[in-house]
């Protein structure tokens, strides 16, 4: 690892359960000197992503807060799928949950709640495991067969228990199913007594960012409510897939707008001549 890397990685030490670090924690978790430890953490907290507290120890900074509320603002999925998921929850009267992922985790991004209890359940920021509940396997069904087969290699036991497959043949197998249905549907993998319906969100590239997932209680779900909900979250997810692509073209239209006109090349009248390839000149203007 660069010292960049060990630096970065810092920040992977902190969870609910550990919200304050010292230079012994990161000492021994980087496998590198007291001094060199204090000098990564000095060095992120002169930039905020750190404070310091009492007793040398050292918690998140005002500078994630900051990133935070620009992430709220401006990020494109949040931005575009917000109105979607407000016409969802206002349509079906159910909650609605934004999902992205990095690695190897899922994260509630936005939502909206009918039941405030739900909301502890899932709340923003909180990592959760990419093989239970809808909003995740929708996202891991999705994902590139590079990263499939990397998460089979890493994570068999989990898949396993998952009851995703015993093998990589039965694991693919079932994320195909789920990809040819769009949807996905589970019933309390995450919280019991609730069931979620989730779509994916793709970029203008079509790879997976994230997942819109409806979250109904069990007992009201029935047969044709299932058909019902797997219909409205599919087309919010693709509404908001369109809402991508058009925020795409219209920033790539604006930065195109924006190349003065003499940076632009233009052909020239009278080009004399140049050398072909295999040695006599030949007119490329008017002869």
């Known amino acids: 690892m660069s010292s960049q890397d060990k630096m970065l990685g810092i920040l992977s030490l902190f ?3 550990k919200v304050e670090i010292g230079h012994d924690d990161v000492a021994c978790t980087l496998g590198c000197s007291r001094a060199t430890a204090y000098r990564y953490l000095k060095a992120l907290a002169d930039t905020g992503v750190l404070a310091s507290v009492s007793g040398g120890a050292y918690v998140l900074g005002p500078r994630i807060i900051e990133l935070d ?3 709220r603002r401006n990020d494109p999925l949040l931005t575009t799928a917000r109105p979607a998921m407000e016409s969802l929850s206002a349509e079906l009267q159910a909650s ?7 690695g190897d985790q899922v994260l509630c991004t936005d939502s909206i709640w009918t039941q405030a209890s739900e909301r502890m359940d899932y709340e923003r920021g909180r990592p959760m495991s990419m093989f239970a509940g809808a909003m995740a396997k929708v996202i891991l069904a999705n994902v590139s067969p590079y990263q499939l087969r990397s998460l089979m290699l890493h994570h068999a036991e989990e898949i396993r ?3 995703l497959g015993e093998n990589w043949k039965e694991f693919n197998a079932n994320m195909q199913r789920i990809r040819r249905e769009r949807t996905c549907v589970t019933h309390a993998e995450v919280v019991p007594g ?3 319906v989730a779509a994916p969100i793709f970029d203008p590239e079509k790879k997976v960012l994230g997942s819109i997932t409806l979250v109904v209680s069990e007992k009201q779900l029935t047969a044709a ?5 797997r219909t409205r979250v599919a087309d919010a997810a693709e509404r908001i897939g369109e809402g991508l692509s058009a925020l795409r073209s219209r920033s ?3 930065q195109s707008a924006a190349v003065p006109a003499h940076q632009i090349a233009t052909p020239r009248k009278n080009a004399t001549r140049q050398r072909s390839p295999d040695g006599p000149r030949i007119g490329v203007g008017p002869t």
């Open 15 to 17: 969870s609910d359960a």
């Open 69 to 71: 509320r620009l992430i």
């Open 96 to 102: 609605v949950m934004l999902c992205s992922y990095y």
């Open 161 to 163: 228990r998952a009851g």
């Open 194 to 196: 609730l069931t979620g």
């Open 225 to 229: 409510s299932e058909s019902l909900l």
């Open 252 to 254: 790539l239209g604006a």
